[in-house]
């Protein structure tokens, strides 16, 4: 019974943005309104689980909504793994197949306005999936079940429901293990610091930078065992370095400790003499 509550209050919040954002794949996908269309959905989508937290449980920091005292060091390593990972499944695949030109990109209102909604999109699933979802799921049963279904149900909520009536089993499963290990890799990073800015940071900068590379491979028959791999040795090496960003902090705070408890002796010591 302690369970069914946070799983139904889950699956209500997946069923509607799932709604939604499947509404607008279909409905206003490669039209003129897609990316405005698309913009407000995620705008949506991020206001409802906004609202849900606020009115249901007042749990924004315990579900990633802040900035954290190693907000920088953490976005450095997000920037770093985005990085990788891009030029991972780009130049590997490309180094086998060869490289051809993307269409070329100008500077201009609709390009900033590309990149917002890309941001957008991205703060809206991370807040959903891995602020809500995950969070609830873990205190239900545990962390690694709680990421196995949150990753399940993002590839589900990433993959448009027309690519299940117009692609064989084959294009499905191609198109959805490379989001399930997206989504496995975000959980973690998420689980491991404890803030949504990570997984926002990595997404959106690996998203922009693959939108706007101005080369991509000529075939993509190896691309998704080379993103399932990829995702697979980002994991250590993004442990590793969330493990040096902790191990900085409990030394400064040792610091600090130490430093606090050397004045505290000071001033004793004063005190004495004038007394």
Known sequence: MLRRRPV??????????????????VFFDNTPYEMGVGSLASFGIALMTVLLIRFADH????????????????????LFLA????????????????????PP??????????????????????????????????KAFG???????????????????????????TEVIRLSLP???????????????????????FVATATILKAFTPLEPTSIEYTTLVSLMCYVFLVPIMQMFIAEVKEQDARSEVVLESDTEDQADVDANLAERFE
């Open 8 to 25: 139904m209050k889950c699956l209500i919040v997946f069923a509607l943005a799932f709604l939604v954002r499947q509404a607008t794949v």
């Open 59 to 78: 749990g924004f920091r315990e579900r990633g909504f802040l900035i954290p005292k190693r907000a920088n060091r953490l976005f450095s390593v997000s």
């Open 83 to 102: 990085c990788v990972y891009v030029l991972v499944v780009i130049f590997v695949p490309g180094s086998g197949s060869g490289f051809e030109a993307s």
């Open 105 to 138: 990109v100008t500077i201009s209102w609709r390009l900033l306005f590309s990149a917002g909604s890309i941001i957008l999109a991205v703060v809206a699933a991370e807040a959903v999936f891995r602020g809500y979802v995950q969070t609830d799921l873990e």
């Open 143 to 169: 962390s690694y079940v709680s990421i196995a279904i949150v990753s399940v149900l993002f590839t589900l909520y990433m993959l448009p429901v027309t690519v299940y009536f117009t692609a064989d089993s």
């Open 179 to 201: 989001l399930l290990a997206e989504s496995l890799f975000l959980c973690l990073f998420f689980r491991e610091t404890k803030t949504l800015l990570c997984p926002i940071a």
